[in-house]
């Protein structure tokens, strides 16, 4: 069975940092294209971060694009998301979810993990 | 505001058919890229109800089924069950953003 377990989230200041982890089990970890995206609170979804295999290709939303930075370690079935100088208007569940070489769509996704930043 | 527009909600008595519209641009559906579709219920994780169009994964119900036209996609639900009220929404990819693109999402309600 596909697992994808986030954690790391919690409640942090403007200006702070967080980052986020997502365990992968169930399948094949090193050859998927994995993802991060996020939902504000009562609100739609937003992608934010992709990497490839290999980490050799990475991509960011312009909302995060200087301030997130997304990384994998194939050795221990994970994603990260290094979240630094966090706003508001980043308070959202971020889920980690899993895509397939060659497809555009997110066939698998973590249960997600809040990420509140207030002062 | 999203980059693919979905009504925000729509409502259905059980048994009719319901339709949910998503519209884009020559960017991304128009581009020729595929459009999925995932359904989202109160506190959980949005779950993958259709890929590329028309195609339904493993263990989704065959009373959901999706079309694209242009620079347009529907999901349409037939036979509308109570189990069926949940949060939908579209996605695709856009060659200009460089990035995947969401619908702000439709809450769907069983009357």
């Known amino acids: 069975e596909v697992q994808l377990l986030e954690s790391g989230g919690g409640l942090v200041q403007p200006g702070e940092s967080l980052r986020l982890s997502c365990a992968a089990s169930g399948f094949t970890f090193s050859p998927s294209e994995m993802n991060w995206v996020r939902q504000g609170l009562g609100k739609g979804l937003e992608w934010i971060s992709f990497?490839?295999?290999?980490?050799?290709?990475?991509y960011y939303a312009d909302s995060v694009r200087g301030r997130f930075t997304i990384s994998r370690d194939d050795a221990k079935n994970s994603v990260y998301l290094q979240m630094n100088s966090l706003r508001a208007e980043d308070t959202a569940i971020y889920y980690c979810?899993?895509?397939?070489?060659?497809?555009?769509?997110?066939?698998?996704w973590g249960q997600g993990i809040l990420v509140t930043v207030s002062s | 505001h999203s980059v693919l527009t979905q009504p925000p909600s729509l409502s259905g008595a059980p048994g009719q058919r319901v339709t949910i519209s998503c519209t884009g641009s020559?960017?991304?559906?128009?581009a020729g890229w595929g459009v999925h579709w995932y359904q989202q219920f109160p506190g959980t994780a949005p779950k993958l109800l259709i890929y590329d169009n028309n195609n339904r994964p493993s263990g989704a119900p065959d009373r959901f089924s999706g079309s694209k036209s242009g620079t347009s996609a529907s999901l349409a639900i037939t036979g509308l069950q109570a189990e069926d009220e949940a949060d939908y929404y579209c996605q695709s990819y856009d060659n200009s953003l460089s990035a995947w693109v969401f619908g702000g999402g439709t809450t769907v309600t069983v009357l």
């Open positions: 979810a899993r895509k397939i070489v060659g497809t555009t769509h997110f066939d698998y």
């Open positions: 020559s960017s991304n559906i128009g």
């Open positions: 990497i490839s295999p290999g980490a050799n290709t990475v």
